[in-house]
Protein backbone atom coordinates (compact mmCIF):
# COMPACT_ATOMS: atom_id res chain seq x y z
CA UNK A 1 0.00 0.00 0.00
CA UNK A 2 1.56 3.66 -0.99
CA UNK A 3 -0.17 6.74 1.25
CA UNK A 4 0.53 9.40 -1.95
CA UNK A 5 -0.24 13.34 -1.42
CA UNK A 6 0.25 14.19 -4.85
CA UNK A 7 1.13 12.78 -8.60
CA UNK A 8 4.86 12.03 -7.99
CA UNK A 9 4.69 9.78 -5.19
CA UNK A 10 1.83 7.53 -6.81
CA UNK A 11 3.70 7.39 -9.96
CA UNK A 12 6.80 6.32 -8.06
CA UNK A 13 5.31 3.72 -5.53
CA UNK A 14 3.75 1.92 -8.96
CA UNK A 15 7.20 2.23 -10.67
CA UNK A 16 9.58 1.79 -7.69
CA UNK A 17 7.72 -0.47 -5.17
CA UNK A 18 5.10 -1.88 -7.51
CA UNK A 19 2.44 -1.07 -4.75
CA UNK A 20 -1.18 -2.18 -5.52
CA UNK A 21 -3.12 -0.44 -3.15
CA UNK A 22 -3.71 3.23 -3.08
CA UNK A 23 -4.61 5.21 0.11
CA UNK A 24 -5.37 9.13 0.06
CA UNK A 25 -6.05 11.81 2.96
CA UNK A 26 -9.75 12.77 2.05
CA UNK A 27 -9.01 16.34 4.43
CA UNK A 28 -5.94 17.17 2.62
CA UNK A 29 -6.60 16.25 -0.84
CA UNK A 30 -8.12 18.36 -3.38
CA UNK A 31 -10.23 17.46 -6.25
CA UNK A 32 -7.75 18.56 -8.64
CA UNK A 33 -4.82 16.76 -6.90
CA UNK A 34 -7.25 13.48 -6.56
CA UNK A 35 -7.69 13.85 -10.32
CA UNK A 36 -3.67 13.82 -11.17
CA UNK A 37 -3.05 11.14 -8.41
CA UNK A 38 -5.14 9.01 -10.00
CA UNK A 39 -3.77 9.62 -13.56
CA UNK A 40 -0.51 8.74 -12.22
CA UNK A 41 -1.41 5.41 -10.23
CA UNK A 42 -3.64 4.07 -13.14
CA UNK A 43 -1.07 5.18 -15.99
CA UNK A 44 1.97 3.54 -13.96
CA UNK A 45 4.12 0.14 -14.34
CA UNK A 46 6.43 -0.98 -12.13
CA UNK A 47 10.00 -0.60 -13.19
CA UNK A 48 11.76 -3.39 -14.77
CA UNK A 49 15.17 -2.09 -13.75
CA UNK A 50 17.00 -4.84 -11.90
CA UNK A 51 17.76 -3.19 -8.77
CA UNK A 52 14.20 -1.79 -8.87
CA UNK A 53 12.34 -5.25 -9.51
CA UNK A 54 15.19 -6.94 -6.64
CA UNK A 55 13.80 -4.47 -3.92
CA UNK A 56 10.32 -5.67 -4.90
CA UNK A 57 11.21 -9.39 -4.74
CA UNK A 58 13.22 -8.84 -1.33
CA UNK A 59 9.77 -6.78 0.12
CA UNK A 60 7.68 -9.93 -0.96
CA UNK A 61 10.14 -12.09 0.52
CA UNK A 62 9.56 -10.43 4.07
Known sequence: AALCW???TAEGARRWN????LAL??????QAVL???LDAWFEGE??????????VRHLDAI
Open 46 to 55: PSRDADDVEN
Open 6 to 8: DAT
Open 18 to 21: DANA
Open 25 to 30: SLRSTS
Open 35 to 37: GEI
